[in-house]
């Protein structure tokens, strides 16, 4: 049985840059598929490991099979094994490849699932953004923990930094957030 010892490796956090200059060329009406795409990436890759990590869970670094790894009052010294390979963890080492990360998000989990559930299907621009603001939305308005979850930067700077994106949503527009009044909007500079 090998059991890795090494720390095992999640998805970073997003630069708030990225998302305020997403919305500052959303705002001018450009398109940015590069961007939206590098955007979208990094914020599916992080929900999928804030829910695996919340639920317990990890993918084999051998064989990619996702498994429970029972943590939550268990000894540190607990091994959980991969069912399809020898590969094995223990409940101690599990914790410690997440601590400090801020990889528990309880707080907006229905917003992540939702992104993850929508995005690998989302074709285009449009659709693309669309999940994003509404993601980046969820975040906003949970507040702290929700933000430390997907955001680089403390909660209070990225929420100052979103806020005249977010406060100028117009509900009733489909897309998610009027255009025009983003534009005129200021933002915080990074």
Not at 1 to 21: E, G
Not at 109 to 121: Q, S
Request: charged share 25%; aromatic share 8%.
């Amino acid at each position: 049985m090998s059991t890795y010892s090494a720390r095992l490796h999640f998805a970073p956090k997003v630069p708030v840059a990225w998302i305020v200059q997403l919305y500052r060329r959303e705002a001018l009406q450009l398109q940015d598929d590069e961007l939206v795409d590098k955007v979208g990436g990094r914020l599916y890759a992080r929900c999928l490991d804030i829910l695996m990590v919340s639920d317990g869970r990890v993918a084999c670094p051998e064989c990619q099979t996702e498994f429970h790894v029972p943590w939550i009052g268990e000894s540190a010294a607990r091994v959980a094994q991969c069912p399809h390979c020898t590969w094995s963890i223990t409940a101690g080492t599990f914790h410690a490849s997440f601590e400090h990360q801020d990889l528990l998000g309880i707080n907006a989990r229905r917003a992540f699932a939702e992104f993850i559930e929508g995005y690998p299907e989302a074709r285009g621009y449009p659709a693309r953004m669309l999940l994003i603001d509404r993601l980046v939305h969820a975040v906003h308005a949970g507040g702290g923990p929700a933000a430390r979850n997907l955001l680089e930067g403390r909660p209070g700077r990225c929420s100052r930094s979103l806020t005249p994106w977010q406060v100028a949503r117009d509900p009733r527009d489909t897309r998610g957030g009027n255009t025009r009044k983003w534009a005129r909007a200021s933002v915080t500079d990074y």
